[in-house]
């Protein structure tokens, strides 16, 4: 079993930067990835890094903006938040992969643990 703790989320002025954390033990993983559910919208996919070779992919919606990243040393992720907007406004859940990855952690179904999320408020 995976453990995950989040950090980092908190209110920002748009424009603004923040940068949330996910610490994993528990088990060796393939990828990690940071996944985000507005009010009233279903869970979408944000960011996410193969954990052996870093090799990222993001959505559209932040491409430019965010940057994932992480220590292997740590087994910590990061997400790097920039020019933040008011429809960045969200609950983010830090997901990992624990099987063998086929194709990038890209979708829900590929997800193997989740952490408890961390709250996003983008104030315009």
């Known amino acids: 079993q995976v453990q995950l703790v989040e950090s980092g989320g908190g209110l920002v002025q748009a424009e603004g930067s923040l940068r949330l954390s996910c610490a994993a033990s528990?088990?060796?993983?393939?990828?990690m990835g940071w996944f985000r559910q507005a009010p009233g919208k279903e869970r979408e996919f944000v960011a996410a890094i193969r954990w052996s070779g870093g090799s990222t992919v993001y959505a559209n919606s932040v491409k430019g903006r965010f940057t994932i990243s992480r220590d292997n040393a740590k087994n910590t992720m990061y997400l790097q938040m920039n020019s933040l907007k008011p429809e960045d406004t969200a609950v983010y859940y830090c997901a990992v992969r624990t099987r063998p990855l086929i194709q990038p952690l890209s979708s829900m179904n590929a997800v193997d643990s989740w952490g408890q999320g961390t709250q996003v408020t983008v104030s315009s």
């Open positions: 528990g088990r060796t993983f393939t990828a």
